[in-house]
């Protein structure tokens, strides 16, 4: 395939960005989207030009990071999938792919498609941990019984990997489906109830304080995410933190 790409390049932080036209030649289907941006990369390289920077790491669906927005969605046009387990055969001979960064003022532009997510690791810290005592008097999981549908359904919230297309998606940049899965997957089970309180208080304040948008309920963050997280966890945090005010 023959491709025209219209790229999203910024020096850093403080420069502004623009979109540079790139034309890339003989792309395999059989490519996976940033194996194509590799290829670039190298024509770039051997040319003496800035490769386009860009976030990954696992290439395998699992770390979250290979988050760009594919004409204009986040992680491309199929369903289910990370940037990175995209395949090229989802574009055909002569398209026009525009690629830029997410989108959102939390998510701040670091250079080209890199963006700074550590707003969702500052959210983690209020709150998405347990302080069950692990050093060597642990209980046996057995001995406490969990309801099989919480746990497949603490399960599914658990893996949510942090990508941020949900924000990226959403028209007010908001973080409540990703919070909402990382308070989900404690809340559900007998282990996370201990700090529950504390916990949904905590990382709301701090998804607010990061400057996320407001849920209106449009529902595009679910249609978007890459692992199938449901609204049902959103409809779950709110319960919560209703619930969690009053006692506060
Ligand atoms: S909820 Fe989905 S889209 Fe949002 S961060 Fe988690 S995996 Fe990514
Ligand atoms: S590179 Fe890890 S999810 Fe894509």
Known sequence: MN?????????????????????????????????MIDMLNEQLNNKGE??????????????GSCSLQINGEPHGPDTGVTTCQLHMRMFKDGDTIFIEPFRAKAFPVIKDLIVDRSAFDRIQHAG?????????????????PVNKHNADMAFDAATCIGCGACVAACKNASAMLFVSAKVSQFALLPQGRIEATDRVLNMVR?????????????????????KGISLENIARMNREYLSASLKG
């Open 206 to 226: 701090q998804m607010d304080d990061e400057g996320f948008g407001n849920c209106t309920n449009t529902g595009a963050c679910e249609i978007e995410c890459p």
């Open 50 to 63: 800035d490769p386009v920077a860009f976030d990954h790491d696992c290439r395998e669906g699992i770390c």
């Open 128 to 144: 998405g941990f347990i302080s069950i005592n692990t050093s060597g008097n642990t209980v046996d999981a057995n001995a406490i």
């Open 3 to 35: 491709l025209t790409l219209k790229i999203w390049r910024q020096e850093d932080a403080q420069s502004k960005g623009k979109i540079v036209t790139y034309k890339i030649d003989d792309v395999s289907p059989d490519m996976s989207f940033l194996d």
